[in-house]
């Protein structure tokens, strides 16, 4: 008789739970996306109760930004959380590795506009997470009630969903032209498969032709091949991938990001077709309007 050895457990993922904070500081330096400028980030643990809460460190006497759904402006190519004259751009990936290791009461101080991307991904921010510490949850029952009805929200033929179902659940299709891309399907069960390797390590991607638009409207100033993958159409410039269906994946790391807006996520099966950050957080909009945040 053989007995087939047990399958490694998954790092905890507490995207549902939340309740704990930072054993100790920790600080990353990099580029932002949009602004191209170097930024540094620090994260510092705080007490129950205190939230997510931002400081803008070049802007002294100016309150700290509350990261919640409500802060948010519409933006097609990242989250930004802003508060009368300040903000905080591309905090999604941040957001997301918070989430996965349940921090929910944090202090971030950032010295410019934006997050550093750092490798496009959010596995700097995880491994960072790691190596300085994670307390204890401070209540068990911590999480959120589950959903008790479906919400869709929809525009064209984008759509953003959240459905009833036993465990929290993330499917995500999308559809390029580029054929690179095409068509990618993919479902992530954090119970089941670990954050750390399947979601955080997938890297932000974009089409080459879009980049010098972008750049004439100053954005993706800080955008390179070494931090988001980018396509000509037929290939991809800056192989390998780290996955086959790496820009599903990164679909994926941005929708806990913008969920993870809410603190806990509600244990829910959230789906998403060719959805945008701002379908994203009209979904944790409409979640926290129904109290789940
Ligand atoms: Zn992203």
Redesign the pocket.
């Known amino acids: 008789m053989s007995v087939s050895p047990l399958p490694p457990l998954p790092s905890p993922c507490d995207l549902t739970q939340g309740g704990r904070t930072l054993l100790r500081s920790l600080s990353r330096t990099g580029v932002g996306l949009h602004s191209g400028q170097t930024t540094q980030v620090s994260l510092h643990p705080a007490p129950p109760g205190h939230g997510r809460r931002l400081q803008r460190q070049d802007l002294p006497g100016t309150p700290p930004l509350h990261l919640s759904p409500d802060r948010v402006q519409p933006s097609a190519l990242?989250t930004q959380v802003v508060q009368g004259e300040v903000c905080a751009q591309?905090v999604?990936?941040l957001l997301a590795a918070l989430g996965a290791r349940g921090l929910t009461d944090v202090l971030i101080e950032l010295d410019g506009p934006e997050v550093p991307l750092l490798d496009?991904s959010a596995r700097d921010w995880v491994e960072a997470i790691d190596e300085a510490g994670v307390s204890e949850r401070v209540s068990p029952d911590s999480g959120p009630a589950p959903l008790p009805e479906p919400i869709w929200i929809y525009e064209g033929d984008a759509f953003v969903a959240a459905i009833p179902a036993p465990h929290l659940q993330f499917s995500y299709g999308i559809d390029f032209s580029a054929p690179a891309i095409g068509q990618q399907w993919q479902t992530w069960t954090p119970q089941r498969e670990d954050f750390d390797q399947e979601i955080a390590p997938a890297r932000?991607f974009g089409l080459a032709h879009e980049v010098e638009s972008l750049r004439s409207r100053g954005l993706i100033r800080g955008g390179s091949l070494d931090n988001a993958l980018v396509c000509d159409g037929e290939h991809w410039l800056n192989p390998p991938l780290r996955f086959a269906n790496e820009p599903v994946r990164?679909?994926i790391?941005?929708l806990v990001?913008d969920l993870s807006l809410l603190g806990p996520i509600p244990v829910a099966h959230i789906l998403a077709y060719k959805a945008s950050?701002r379908l994203h957080v009209r979904l944790a909009q409409c979640l926290r309007s129904r109290g789940y945040a």
């Open positions: 990242c591309t999604e990936h496009g932000t990164h679909k790391l941005d990001g950050h």
